[in-house]
T-cell receptor, first 117, second 111 residues
Framework: GAVVSQHPSWVICKSGTSVKIECRSL??????MFWYRQFPKQSLMLMAT?????????EQGVEKDKFLINHASLTLSTLTVTSAHPEDSSFYIC?????????????FGQGTRLTVV | KQEVTQIPAALSVPEGENLVLNCSFT??????LQWFRQDPGKGLTSLLL?????REQTSGRLNASLDKSSGRSTLYIAASQPGDSATYLC??????????FGGGTRLMVKP
């Protein structure tokens, strides 16, 4: 089946620095990718929809200047957490579906555990 | 706005039991429903996908059913094993190609 790869799997950074997370679709081209955030023992909350070649669509309450999304190619979307603070510490997961498969199965990356100290 | 609810939130059973996880949703206008497994600190693994026109899907010891009209889906796990311990999430795919997740069921299978 389709595979989505996310990197890094974990990262620790100092408060005030920026962190970039990559999400790649390995065997299909994804015009749209999705970024989620998950707090401990909670479900996934959609942060934004990443659109290849255009601006991302952010969910209500998600700061677009804080969470920069770039979808420069059909196989890569990046999420940059800018000026990270401890409250940004969370588990971030990306997802994609093969657009050629219609209402297809969603595949998820391995997730990135971000810890801001 | 779609709302997805999973019951129970947590479940602990002895090894070998058959069990049922429940998922309900408020908007029946969905394209599909997907069940996932999530191990602690890991991403999501897709278990079963049921298209809106289907009633059920099976994979090994797993069987998922879908009743769109009543807004319900169940995941049946036969002969549970300790390795089945994880959090199980259901999600509906609806308008705007958006997945809406339930809160998950944390399953513990004791040897």
């Amino acid at each position: 089946g389709a595979v989505v790869s996310q990197h890094p799997s974990w990262v620790i950074c100092k408060s005030g620095t920026s962190v970039k997370i990559e999400c790649r679709s390995l065997d299909f081209q994804a015009t749209t990718m999705f970024w989620y955030r998950q707090f401990p023992k909670q479900s996934l909350m959609l942060m934004a929809t990443s659109n290849e070649g255009s601006k991302a669509t952010y969910e209500q309450g998600v700061e677009k200047d804080k969470f920069l999304i770039n979808h420069a190619s059909l196989t890569l979307s990046t999420l940059t957490v800018t000026s990270a603070h401890p409250e940004d510490s969370s588990f971030y997961i990306c997802s994609a579906r093969d657009p050629l498969q219609g209402a297809a199965e969603a595949f998820f990356g391995q997730g990135t555990r971000l810890t801001v100290v | 706005k779609q709302e997805v609810t999973q019951i129970p939130a947590a479940l602990s059973v002895p090894e070998g039991e058959n069990l049922v996880l429940n998922c309900s949703f408020t908007d029946s206008a969905i394209y599909n429903l997907q069940w996932f497994r999530q191990d602690p600190g890991k991403g999501l693994t897709s278990l079963l996908l049921i298209q809106s026109s289907q009633r059920e899907q099976t994979s090994g010891r797993l069987n998922a059913s879908l009743d769109k009209s009543s807004g319900r889906s169940t995941l049946y796990i036969a002969a549970s094993q300790p390795g089945d311990s994880a959090t199980y999430l259901c999600a509906t795919l609806g308008a705007g190609n958006m997945l809406t997740f339930g809160g998950g069921t944390r399953l513990m299978v004791k040897p």
